[in-house]
């Protein structure tokens, strides 16, 4: 495949549409003027600069609505985290970050362990579609879940209605521990999210392959580690 004929296959209106997670605190984060920035932006960037295609960035609030605009073909690109939910509509890289997920609680709730979470009585509140819920949905049996529409809203709804735990990326609780003192995050991580590229399920599987390869180059060459760095992101490893 050529290259005029890979970008054809990666962005068939000859612009490169990709849409951005502003409810992902980890991969993304707001400028002054209200426009996204972080090292997903700047990946995207990266991205479209070596295939030498124009941009085009679109934001939404979650990840459900990110999901829903590459499954549509509406974008032909997202960053998503890993989930086998979503790998009818969307065709995933392999993971470029990795982010942890983790359990806020107050001070003086008696769960004090990831054991102690999925018992009758306990109710979690994570954001709709991402990948916290995604995993829970699965993984709990015993506790009830609540979906807030975005994740930066959880704790606060959490706290507002009474519930025992919040769930969500450690960097966006901890953000919300130091605006509401008296809260404590558990112990261990629950669960690790392999963060990926992801384009509509019935491109070109070469389009993936180059993806990778972008990728490998990106991670070998240090241009992740350096968009981490010049982001001060934290929460998020290299795999």
């Not at 400028?31 to 295939?51: C, E, F, H, K, N």
């Amino acid at each position: 495949m050529t290259d005029d004929d890979l970008n054809a296959a990666l962005a068939p209106t000859g612009t490169l549409r990709v849409v951005i997670n502003t409810g992902n605190a980890i991969l993304t984060r707001p400028t002054a003027d209200g426009q996204p920035a972080g090292i997903s932006v700047d990946l995207a960037r990266a991205l479209a600069a070596r295939r030498g295609l124009p941009l085009d960035l679109a934001t939404v609030p979650n990840a459900a609505a990110s999901v829903a605009m590459v499954s549509e073909g509406r974008a032909d690109l997202g960053f998503f985290a890993v989930d086998p939910a979503r790998a009818a509509t969307v065709a995933f890289t392999d993971p470029w970050v990795l982010i942890e997920g983790w359990y806020l609680v107050r001070d003086g709730s008696p769960v004090t362990a990831l054991d102690q979470v999925d018992r009758p009585g306990i109710r979690i509140a994570v954001g709709r579609g991402s990948a916290y819920d995604l995993h829970l949905s699965r993984t709990i049996a015993q506790a009830s879940l609540e979906r807030v529409t975005t994740s930066q809203e959880v704790v606060d709804f959490a706290l507002r209605e009474g519930f025992e735990v919040a769930a969500g990326i450690r960097q966006q609780l901890e953000f919300d521990q130091r605006r509401h003192p008296g809260l404590r995050l558990l112990p261990e991580r629950f669960m690790v999210i392999p963060q990926a590229l992801g384009v509509p399920a019935g491109r070109d599987a070469s389009v993936v392959a180059a993806l990778n390869a972008f990728l490998a180059d990106a991670r070998q060459s240090g241009l992740i580690a350096d968009m981490m760095t010049r982001n001060a992101t934290q929460g998020a490893v290299l795999p």
